[in-house]
């Protein structure tokens, strides 16, 4: 699920830094609702931080009677090398039915398409055909009710897709690590490396190997045979290959 790292002010006052070292230490994001606070933001920020400033807002036409658009301020902060260091853009947001949404535009192009404030999802990662299967809605230039409850239910039905999909991978990925560390209890070996995102079993000179990325595991199985001691002429037999079955011919 997401996490709201984000908090929005229709003002600035000194405690915006505290507003955002109150939230965690990870990247976390101040939405100002005004453009017109930037040397208030900047000044604040001036006082203690680095800062580069940068732009990705537009320029919308809002015929709507039930969104709302922002010309607003977006401050992201970080840690680097122990450093708080921070970015502030313009930017663009639109509030419909109580949701909020930024739109996004490549340089210089006069649409938006929108997506979920504060909406972390690795949508690329773990769907990354799902705008092939499913189309995103028009880009916007001028604001209507239709335009933007067409956004709205599409990056909705989106958001549920994936987090039934992350679900059911993140179960699949539980049963099956529950089911190694069961084998490696009844068949333990000093060799078995049993991990969260990889790792391997060895019985038998036999290894099953495997590796886990984005809600999908990937795995292996190979001989895992390193000669005898001391060395044997003639290993490549059919006798060889019989204790190997039966477990008799260990490394």
């Given at each position: 699920m997401t996490t709201k790292n984000y908090v929005i002010v229709d003002s600035v006052t000194d405690d915006i830094v505290e507003k955002i070292d109150a939230i965690d230490k990870k990247?976390?994001?101040?939405?100002?609702l005004n453009e017109e606070l930037l040397p208030d933001v900047l000044r604040i920020l001036n006082d203690n931080r680095n800062h580069w400033m940068s732009e990705r807002d537009i320029e919308l036409k809002n015929k709507s009677v039930f969104a709302t658009v922002f010309k607003a301020?977006?401050?992201q902060v970080y840690k680097q090398d122990g450093i708080n260091v921070n970015n502030v853009f313009k930017e663009t947001l639109v509030k419909f039915n109580g949701e909020f949404y930024a739109a996004r535009t490549m340089f210089r192009e006069k649409t938006a398409l929108f997506c979920?404030?504060?909406?972390?999802?690795?949508y690329h990662m773990r769907m990354p055909n799902y705008r092939i299967k499913?189309?995103?809605?028009?880009?916007?230039?001028?604001i209507t009710d239709k335009k933007m409850k067409a956004w709205a239910d599409w990056l909705e039905t989106r958001k549920n897709n994936y987090d039934e999909?992350?679900?059911?991978?993140?179960?699949?990925?539980?049963?099956?690590?529950?089911?190694?560390?069961?084998?490696?209890?009844?068949?333990?070996?000093?060799?078995?490396?049993?991990?969260?995102?990889?790792?391997?079993?060895?019985?038998?000179?036999?290894?099953?190997?495997?590796?886990?990325?984005?809600?999908?595991?990937?795995?292996?199985?190979?001989?895992r045979f390193?000669?005898?001691?001391?060395?044997?002429?003639?290993?490549?037999?059919?006798?060889?290959?019989t204790e190997?079955?039966?477990g008799k011919c260990q490394r």
């Amino acid at each position: 699920m997401t996490t709201k790292n984000y908090v929005i002010v229709d003002s600035v006052t000194d405690d915006i830094v505290e507003k955002i070292d109150a939230i965690d230490k990870k990247i976390v994001e101040v939405h100002v609702l005004n453009e017109e606070l930037l040397p208030d933001v900047l000044r604040i920020l001036n006082d203690n931080r680095n800062h580069w400033m940068s732009e990705r807002d537009i320029e919308l036409k809002n015929k709507s009677v039930f969104a709302t658009v922002f010309k607003a301020i977006n401050v992201q902060v970080y840690k680097q090398d122990g450093i708080n260091v921070n970015n502030v853009f313009k930017e663009t947001l639109v509030k419909f039915n109580g949701e909020f949404y930024a739109a996004r535009t490549m340089f210089r192009e006069k649409t938006a398409l929108f997506c979920i404030l504060g909406d972390n999802r690795e949508y690329h990662m773990r769907m990354p055909n799902y705008r092939i299967k499913c189309p995103a809605p028009q880009k916007v230039g001028a604001i209507t009710d239709k335009k933007m409850k067409a956004w709205a239910d599409w990056l909705e039905t989106r958001k549920n897709n994936y987090d039934e999909l992350v679900n059911g991978q993140n179960l699949k990925v539980a049963k099956f690590l529950e089911r190694v560390r069961k084998f490696d209890s009844i068949h333990h070996s000093k060799d078995n490396r049993i991990g969260e995102d990889c790792g391997y079993l060895y019985l038998n000179n036999l290894e099953f190997s495997y590796s886990i990325l984005n809600g999908y595991i990937d795995q292996r199985i190979k001989i895992r045979f390193q000669g005898y001691y001391p060395p044997r002429e003639n290993v490549d037999t059919l006798d060889m290959f019989t204790e190997m079955t039966e477990g008799k011919c260990q490394r």
